[in-house]
């Protein structure tokens, strides 16, 4: 097993695409704001067996676009016992000012605390069909979302959820 510690890529604002271990580093984990303020990143794709926790991608002001396909951390006591399922994904794409279009699968069943929180140009993305749970601040100030569609699988949507997003029509 491969891990990638705290902030390992934290600030490379030169960096333009993911290592590419990313992409065929199978059994690899990848700890809080591993990827943080990578200015320079313009698009993201996430393979199904990344195992990540929270602030991702946070403050990656150029990201244009998103795909996440797995669902992230899988618990395994032996190797992050304080790491506890609410976490994951929280802050994953906050004030990351330029993202655009997000595109999720159905292993994420929660969008956690922050996780677009700040994203001001978001217009599209999709919450997948397993989702049960939107969190605090999860959409906090997307101005330029204007429409999402929230499954019926969506049991819980906390009062904070889409706070500044003025325009909004949800279904």
């Given amino acids: 097993m491969r891990f990638v510690g705290r902030c390992a890529f934290d600030g490379l604002i030169k960096m333009k695409n993911l290592p590419e271990f990313v992409y065929n580093g199978k059994n690899c984990k990848y700890y ?5 303020n990578m200015k320079s990143l313009k698009k993201v794709v996430l393979p199904k067996d990344a195992d990540y926790t929270l602030t991702m991608f946070k403050k990656c002001t150029d990201l244009k676009y998103a795909e996440v396909k797995g669902a992230g951390f899988r618990i395994n006591k032996k190797i992050w016992h304080a790491m506890l399922p609410e976490y994951i994904n929280n802050e994953m794409f906050s004030d990351c000012r330029s993202l655009k279009t997000v595109k999720l699968y159905n292993g994420i069943t929660k969008l956690n605390y922050g996780m677009f ?15 049960t749970y939107i969190g605090i601040n999860t959409f906090r100030n997307c101005k330029s979302l204007r429409k999402l569609t929230i499954p019926k699988s969506v049991k ?10 003025k325009n909004l029509l949800y279904m």
């Fill in 156 to 165: 819980k949507i906390d009062k904070t959820a889409f706070r500044g997003c």
């Fill in 32 to 36: 809080r704001a591993i990827f943080r």
């Fill in 117 to 131: 929180s700040g994203c001001v140009k978001l217009q599209k993305v999709n919450i997948p069909k397993k989702c």
